[in-house]
């Protein structure tokens, strides 16, 4: 379809959409109550009667929608818009509502000609709009703190697993140290001699060096059975040394990187916030969450940021734009989803104008440029 049939089937669709061209199926009405009855239906119709200026209600959060300090509009959403409005040959104007809610109120009483911004697709909403074919599919995520610092390395150093390992390897040190003390106490009594204690101390001594490959001298088997357990105790070493190397290293690792909240099974146990009248906050009652609601995201991260809680339940690709924005470093959104969802567009209840918009939205989607518009907003490694 070329670019100037689009134009004129959307112009039909404005038309028809429009009360002027209603008919109320009454010829005979007189003049005055025809005048009366246009009035009526032009203080309530559509936005899609003013002109052929098409009201298309917005609600700001990045990275879908955003407003500069100038008053302009960008975003994911808004991006997707102007492209399919220029695609269709349409005018049209910003409105900004207050919040999700009164946006999806809007279009559902047809004040606004279209809805744009980060409105997720369920079915409680699609009883009272229509929505578009999905622009992009994403879901709730789970922001919560990363537990960095050196501080917080040594506890993990010295976590519960790791004094185990450390135990356990005292046991083993102290069992070669006792093999051979019972091979060296008499005939290499100069090193190995003296009370028990002390030749079991001796051992314990010998065993540990030769573990570590600091390799003193100052005792060495000197029986066949001594010398057979020390061959045997060196290539064993190497092996033990290895392990707890590794070990150490994971726990270092481990411990930089750990959040308190790994999934959504640990939430029942922590403080969580989420935004009010959003898909999130639904979630979380229908889990049976005790949840902190807040205005919106950026208040929530605030308080994650600030340990008034230890998690936040919203979009992730929000979550995730506003945490790289604001470079709020100790924060980070969970790889895994709790829910997925697509966003799309909003519309009145069967608009005219949902066909000639699905197919300019995927007309832009389908189109190489459009995942390097999610890339600039939302990073290549989302």
């Known amino acids: 379809m070329t670019h100037f049939a689009r134009r004129l089937a959307v112009g039909l669709a404005l038309l028809a959409a429009s009360p002027v061209w209603a008919q109320d199926g009454q010829a005979a009405a007189t003049a005055s109550s025809a005048e009366h009855t246009a ?3 032009a203080e309530n119709s559509s936005a899609e009667s003013t002109a052929g200026v098409l009201k298309v209600g917005v609600r700001q959060n990045p990275p879908f929608v955003i407003r500069s300090d100038n008053g302009d509009f960008d975003g994911i959403a808004i991006e997707l818009w102007n492209q399919i409005a220029d695609d269709l040959g349409m005018d049209f104007e910003y409105l900004v509502a207050s919040d999700v809610g009164a946006l999806l109120q809007g279009v559902g009483a047809a004040r606004y000609d279209v809805g744009a911004g980060a409105l997720t697709v369920t079915a409680s909403r699609a009883e009272t709009v229509d929505f578009t074919q ?40 102290l069992l070669v140290g006792v093999l051979v003390w019972l091979f060296e106490r008499h005939r290499n009594p100069e090193q190995f001699g003296g009370s028990t204690a002390q030749g079991i101390g001796s051992g314990f001594w010998w065993s540990a060096v030769t573990m570590t490959t600091v390799g003193y001298g100052d005792k060495a088997p000197a029986s066949f059975g001594g010398r057979v357990i020390g061959l045997v105790w060196m290539f064993a ?49 229908g889990e049976g969450l005790a949840i902190a609601s807040v205005a919106d995201p950026a208040e929530a991260l605030r308080r994650l940021s600030t340990n008034q809680v230890d998690a936040v339940l919203y979009d992730a690709p929000i979550l995730q734009s506003r945490i790289f924005r604001q470079k709020l470093d100790r924060l980070t959104v969970l790889p895994e989803l709790v829910r997925e969802e697509d966003y799309a567009l909003a519309l009145p209840r069967d608009s005219r104008l949902r066909k000639p918009i699905n197919q300019a ?17 939302l990073g290549a490694q989302r």
């Open 39 to 41: 009035a009526a239906e």
């Open 134 to 173: 999905p622009f992009y599919r994403g879901g709730i995520g789970i922001a919560t703190r990363q537990e960095r610092g050196l501080l917080h390395a040594l506890g993990a150093l010295f976590s519960l697993d790791f004094l185990k390992a450390i135990a356990a390897l005292m046991v083993v040190l």
């Open 237 to 285: 070493s190497i092996i033990t040394i290895s392990g707890f190397t590794a070990a150490i290293a994971s726990s270092i690792t481990v411990g930089r990187l750990t959040t308190q909240v790994s999934g959504v099974s640990d939430l029942p146990r922590v403080r969580v916030a989420s935004v009010a009248g959003s898909t999130s906050e639904d979630f979380a009652r």
């Open 361 to 377: 939205l995927l007309r832009v989607t389908e189109a190489p440029q459009w995942q390097e518009t999610l890339d600039r907003y």
